[in-house]
């Protein structure tokens, strides 16, 4: 896949169907795991089984015999896999080699077997027995200041019982600095939200899709990063319910979709059109969007028709008068202009709107990843507030989140501003005091390492340093720590960009299953619709050497605090008795969790809205205005374009499983840069050339990627995109969400430069 000739062709089939079909046992055979790989395929979100490593989609309650999707099947063929990497492959590679490699070459070299500790004598990785890595964390954590000199990092595939500890874990060695992968993404929802309905998560269930009148979608690339969902929308457009898709760029599976286990529609090649609206919305322009639905909505209620909800507003907001004064200031042609969206088309997405009576609005990092995407979440809520969308079946706000139990982590302490609520509880449930002043979230322990007020980062799971803006600033910070620990299954960057220490500390995955003297055991994930499930593992571990994540955070924790009273032991063998914890400590969302876990169809967590409660100050739903129509940083550089950073379909967050991006059509290249036409043909550029983007930022730093080969897309006029995370270092460290403190990777402010003649590309 590495050596394919690079290749640009438009795809014009259907989304899912046989190519998914074909990419799911191309992906068998290239792990080598495909009698392997099949069978776990079968317990793959099935009750029994495990939960899918990738995403954070509900399973549905209708069970079929095959509950994964491709991109699933690529994810578990990858942990699955035969490939080992083993101590002598660290004697045949140092560090700097392997610096040299790809992101894909790294992922394809397989599974860690067993602990590794930097040795910068030889610049390579050499085994290390279990006690002496927890003994060179401990001293570490020990020598340290403050507490608050440790960064605590969480992947969100970690379970809920292994993030929990580690959340006790670090505040009774005395800090909340928590980075987590939500920082990245979903942050905005987390903080976004509660303001507004009193919840930083989604008001929906699976089950809404069957009653929702119309579906809007902004800002994600369903196919892609939550491809199961596609089997509700394709079951929703056969009912007739409008769908609105709202994005910069057109994406294959929201146009066209073949369900793989629907046996008509692959026994004819038949499949199901999906977007009856496509909104091409310029980058930035959702704020506009929304805006003038509500003014379209507010000059129908001014010309004497009953649009909104009224005795909804009246009993259950606040803030409706200065909503309804700032949606009238607007102008249709500043609301035109901004949105790049005629006047027309926002008044028909008005009218979809207007005309159901439940409405769902799901939306993606389209919408979080920009510098005011916790205020635009909140307008997303604004405008299902005013028909009184939540609380009533088919209705309400729901956040696509990507990773399989990033919203789960959030939900057991996994947060760098913890509620003084939780803090109490752990107090009274664990006997200690916890830390109350905030901790840091991403951006804030980059910030920190370069400050040289870090000195210790734990990475439990991920790839952090892939993941995080401003990958070169990123990499000095962290070969400033004295000690970097990564927690993974797979050999990645971050282990190859290290502290003056580093050790790899190799889990066992979520498919594997986990036995102690207590008998086998099971984790438990919480989807982004707030239901909790258990997921147990059905594969022998890839190495005898992996140790489950609860074991090892409750290891640094028995050698960093050796007088805790806290019985770490006891959780290693037995984790009922951590989910006894969860209990004590969130009693109103995890009472009898024990007993209610033991439902293999699991169990939701309460969402307040949905009975209509409002956790806020007042007890009110809340109308938050945004006051004008930008989101992002005004540039007055005429050559400006808005970079949005994207994942492939052969992709999952860093990992990298192909070169390939099949649904838009490039093959063999992760450079590349998808333009508008006529953004390339005004800058005199010829399709299939190779150019360089460059930051326009005022911080002094200049931030330039090479070697980008354009490639012709129907993106929004000014708008481009390419591959995250090869273009995160164009992502200034300091451009993020101030609120949530999420990178604004949807709004780079670019211009093209440095272009160089070469052959003529196909449009895509």
Request: proline share 6%; net charge neutral; with cysteine.
């Amino acid at each position: 896949m590495a050596d394919e000739k690079p290749r640009y062709k438009t795809y014009n089939r259907p989304a899912g169907g046989w190519g998914a079909a074909a990419a799911t046992a191309k992906v068998l055979l290239e792990q080598s795991v495909v009698t392997k790989g099949s069978r776990a395929l079968l317990s793959m979100n099935q009750p029994g089984g495990f939960k899918c490593p990738s995403c954070a989609f509900p399973d549905a309650d209708c069970k079929k015999t095959l509950e994964f999707c491709e991109n699933g099947a690529k994810a578990l063929a990858h942990e699955a896999t035969k490939f080992r990497v083993t101590r002598e492959f660290f004697e045949r590679h140092t560090v700097t080699e392997l610096m040299a490699q790809s992101d894909y070459w790294l992922e394809m070299q397989g599974r860690l077997t067993e602990p590794m500790r930097y040795d910068a004598r030889t610049d390579r990785y050499v085994p290390v027995g279990w006690d002496d890595a927890f003994v060179l964390i401990a001293r570490h954590l020990r020598a340290l200041d403050s507490p608050d000199q440790a960064e605590f990092y969480t992947s969100g595939r970690t379970p809920n019982e292994a993030a929990f500890l580690y959340a006790i874990f670090v505040r009774q060695f005395g800090t909340n600095n928590f980075p987590d992968c939500s920082n990245m993404c979903h942050e905005p929802t987390s903080r976004g939200l509660p303001p507004s309905i009193g919840i930083g998560k989604g008001t929906v269930v699976l089950e809404d899709f069957e009653h929702a009148e119309a579906i809007f979608l902004f800002g994600h690339n369903t196919g892609t990063n939550a491809p199961r969902m596609m089997t509700n929308l394709v079951e929703a457009r056969k009912r007739g319910v409008p769908i609105v898709a709202v994005n910069p760029m057109p994406e294959r599976a929201l146009i066209r979709f073949t369900e793989p286990q629907d046996i008509v529609q692959m026994a004819t090649f038949g499949s199901t059109p999906i977007t009856s609206e496509f909104v091409h919305i310029r980058i930035g322009g959702d704020l506009a969007l929304l805006k003038g639905m509500m003014l379209a909505m507010f000059e129908r209620e001014a010309a004497g028709e009953t649009i909104f909800d009224h005795d909804f507003i009246r009993e259950h907001t606040a803030g409706f008068e200065a909503l309804r004064d700032d949606i009238l200031s607007q102008s249709w042609a500043d609301l035109v202009a901004h949105s790049g969206i005629d006047e027309r088309q926002i008044r028909r997405c008005a009218e979809i709107y207007i005309r159901s009576n439940a409405t769902m609005i799901c939306y993606g990092m389209g919408i979080t990843q920009h510098l005011q995407g916790s205020k635009l979440v909140q307008q997303i809520a604004n405008i299902l507030l005013l028909k009184g969308n939540f609380g009533k079946p088919g209705a309400g706000i729901s956040p696509i989140r990507g990773h399989s139990n990033v919203q789960g982590d959030r939900t057991v302490g996994i947060d760098e501003k913890p509620p003084e609520a939780y803090l109490d509880r752990v107090r009274e449930v664990f006997d200690f005091e916890p830390p109350r002043a905030h901790g840091h979230h991403a951006v804030e322990a980059v910030e920190a390492m370069h400050a040289g007020t870090a000195k210790v980062f734990i990475g439990l799971g991920g790839n952090f340093v892939r993941a995080i803006s401003d990958t070169d600033r990123t990499y000095d910070a962290m070969r400033k720590l004295n000690l970097t620990v990564g927690i993974a299954t797979k050999l990645n960057r971050g282990h190859l960009v290290h502290g003056r220490e580093a050790l790899i500390l190799p889990v066992v995955a979520r498919s594997e299953w986990i036995r102690t003297p207590a008998g086998e055991q099971f984790v438990t994930i919480e989807d982004s619709m707030s239901n909790v499930t258990a997921s147990r593992g059905v594969l022998a571990p890839a190495s005898e050497h992996l140790k489950p994540e609860v074991e090892i955070v409750c290891r640094m924790a028995m050698a960093t605090l050796p007088d805790s009273r806290i019985p770490w032991a006891s959780y290693i063998e037995n984790y009922d008795l951590i989910r006894d914890k969860i209990a004590e400590v969130y009693p109103a969302i995890y009472s009898g969790f024990g007993e209610r876990i033991r439902n293999p169809a699991g169990f939701h967590l309460d969402i307040p809205p949905r009975r209509r409660i409002w956790n806020t100050p007042n007890g009110k739903a809340n109308f938050r205005v945004l006051p004008g129509l930008e989101v992002n940083a005004a540039v007055s550089d005429p050559s400006m374009l808005r970079l949005a950073t994207v994942r492939s379909h052969d992709q999952f967050n860093t990992t990298i499983y192909s070169y390939n991006d099949r649904y838009r059509g490039v093959y063999g290249d992760r450079m590349v840069l998808l333009m508008n036409r006529e953004d390339r043909e005004a800058r005199g550029l010829e399709a299939g050339s190779q150019v360089a983007l460059e930051t326009i930022s005022d911080d002094g730093i200049q931030r330039r990627v090479e070697g980008l080969t354009i490639v012709d897309y129907p993106m929004s006029r000014g708008a481009v995109a390419g591959y995250y995370p090869e273009l995160n270092p164009l992502l200034p460290l300091g451009y993020f969400d101030r609120t949530s403190g999420t990178p604004a990777a949807k709004s780079i402010p670019v211009r093209v430069v440095g272009r160089a003649s070469g052959g003529s590309a196909p449009a895509v």
